[in-house]
């Protein structure tokens, strides 16, 4: 069993839609990463959070961190949010883990 | 803030050649950098850990004497193929930590190599 999984592994919505992906992990954390890769493969840092919410433009995270559980929300789904979604845990130090990454197509 | 470069963004080389690619933080200090390695539809694997001033930490299964690495400053780190052979293309990407004192990790927009 990975460490990091992720749901789901593809999403294609239509624009303007909700969307939401999730992370759960199997080890303590002290924090967690959101990351966007664009295809180009440049990466992103979106979020980074320990614990609750936090909220940024159209985006939305969360952490619950007995249920090892983490949401990224996007709400008002837009064509340029099209990419992979990468959840990563970070144990001690600084080191993360990496989930598989969710694809995201939003289709106009 | 928190941004950090690479260079080259691309390269190609012929089997046997060594290619160095950079890795700048260009408004904080990193006390950390990280080495990743990515194949096509794949997760990030991270190559090795290096703090400004000391040896890397290589992963299990990670070539040392292939694939130095060297953190001389707290701005910038490099990483060396050293006799590149086609197995080696492959996305390379750094991030870095230690703005304004956070474990945060900040990504540079990766180096694609491709072995010819």
């Known amino acids: 069993k990975n460490e990091v999984e992720q749901s789901p592994q593809n999403l294609t919505a239509q624009e303007g839609e909700f969307i939401t992906i999730n992370c759960s992990y199997s080890v303590g954390i002290s924090a967690l990463h959101w990351l966007q890769q664009h295809p180009g493969g440049g990466i992103v840092s979106l979020f980074m959070l320990s614990s609750g919410k936090k909220k940024h433009g159209r985006l939305i995270a969360t952490i619950n961190i007995q249920e090892k559980h983490s949401s990224l929300h996007i709400t008002a789904s837009h064509p340029r949010d099209s990419a992979v979604y990468i959840c990563?845990?970070?144990?001690?130090?600084?080191?993360?883990?990496f989930g598989e990454g969710t694809q995201l197509t939003v289709n106009p | 803030g928190a941004v950090v470069s690479q260079h080259p963004s691309w390269v190609i080389c012929k089997s046997g050649t060594s290619v160095k690619i950079e890795c700048r933080s260009l408004?904080?200090?990193?006390?950390?950098m990280f080495w990743y390695r990515q194949f096509p539809k794949q997760s990030l694997m991270l190559m090795a850990t290096?703090?400004?001033?000391?040896?890397?930490?290589?992963e299990q299964g990670v070539e040392k004497d292939k694939f130095l690495i060297n953190h001389a400053s707290l701005t910038l780190s490099t990483l060396t193929v050293t006799s590149a052979h086609p197995e080696d293309s492959s996305f390379y990407i750094c991030s870095a930590s230690g703005a304004g004192g956070s474990n945060e990790q900040f990504f540079g927009p990766g180096t694609r190599l491709t072995v010819l």
């Open positions: 990563a845990p970070r144990a001690s130090g600084s080191r993360l883990t």
């Open positions: 290096s703090n400004e001033g000391s040896k890397a930490t290589y």
């Open positions: 408004d904080f200090q990193a006390t950390t």
